[in-house]
């Protein structure tokens, strides 16, 4: 097994709506926000190269939205999906999976592109999984994620016939298996790899970044805040006791970290990137 980081270049969202109750003085001091409050955050994907099998966990913002759409995120950065794939050997047309962590629009919005007038998958050979729970969730959005459900991103996928779902308990494959959170949304799966003698756990939006590491510091976007809390306190003590690798999908700066415990609570020990792991 081979593991790449698929860097896709930056985005920007509102620093308060990123660390719901914390304040911004206490924030900023991680996470520093520019004059319109907004802060920078990558969309950083994981390439599993296991066997024959080529698996992209997440896919990123894709390109195919309207300007207006792009207006709001402040897309910026030289790297691209497919120039970081290209980058290791490979071609989007070499996915034989996509894990798709949950459907909000910058986690999937690079699995559908555009096809003259057509909305297609953008890795044709690829199988497409989620969760039946999840999909039900996303296909029928409450109002507060609704803006982040979009249906553009996620309807082709099972129309092309390539969209599969795993239940939880299920073993993806012998040396991956998915675990799930279900404070930031429905059912979201956080991919649990076994690599060189150590267990990488692939965070998704539990674990936006460093900066996010106190219990306390929960997203506004998270539908159950409470539960998130919960599942973060159970996690993160799993993830000391076992000496977990966390791979950031968000973190401007940081690939992966571990966490320790300390007299103010679990909190960051040391980062680096997936090539030194």
Known sequence: M???????????????????????????????????NLCTWATRLLLIEDGKRLILVDTAIGDKQDEKFFSHYFMHGDATLDGSLAQHGFHRDDITDVILTHLHFDHCGGAVKRSGERLIPAFKNAIYWSNEQHWDWAIHPNPREKASFLKENILPIQESGQLQFLTEGEAFSPNITMRYAHGHTESMMLPQIQYKGKTILYMADLLPSVGHIPLPYVMSYDVRPLITMQERQSYWQEIVDSEYILFLEHDPVHACCTLQQTEKGIRLKETFTLAEV
């Open 2 to 36: 081979k593991l790449y980081t698929i860097d896709t270049g930056f985005f920007k969202l509102d620093g308060g709506s990123m660390f719901g109750v914390v304040p911004k003085s206490i924030w900023q001091r991680t996470n520093p926000a520019d004059e319109r």
